[in-house]
């Protein structure tokens, strides 16, 4: 019980140098944006959202590199990259100018404190407008 204890507070009191994009509630790391996991993208849940959160129970992990990812008229992927879990400008306006419909794919590099690389997998969802 100590020992349990003691590992639950060294993680809870634990002050990573990176901002904390990990919320320990379990499972595999898996990408949320405006709390959903894939699916349906309001404008208003858009306009509202910051950063690409990052949820699972791997301690110390944060997205390295962002990707936001549609298909083009001619089925190719076009994008935008950033190497943090921030959305800039474009990406915002990107996903924004996008016909209602239109699906697109959120793709994230992970590593943890030790510099290990962690599988996430990409987050698909369909803009509403």
């Not at 595999?28 to 690409?52: E, H, L, N």
């Not at 390295?64 to 089925?75: A, E, F, K, Y």
């Not at 239109?102 to 803009?127: I, N, Q």
Request: some cysteine; aromatic content about 6%; charged content about 20%.
């Amino acid at each position: 019980m100590n020992t349990f204890t003691l590992l639950l507070a060294s993680v809870l009191l634990a002050t990573p140098s990176q901002p904390r994009t990990l919320a320990l509630d379990g499972g595999p790391p898996a990408i949320r944006i405006a709390g959903k996991s894939g699916g349906d993208i309001t404008a208003a849940q858009w306009s509202s959202t910051k950063a690409v959160d990052l949820v699972g129970c791997v301690p110390g992990a944060h997205i390295v590199s962002l990707r936001l990812c549609v298909r083009d008229c001619m089925g190719k992927d076009a994008g935008l990259n950033a190497k943090e879990p921030t959305l800039t400008e474009s990406m915002k306006a990107m996903i924004s100018n996008l016909p209602v419909g239109t699906r697109f794919r959120v793709e994230v590099v992970v590593s943890d404190r030790s510099g290990k690389f962690w599988d996430v997998p990409d987050a698909e969802f369909v803009w509403k407008g």
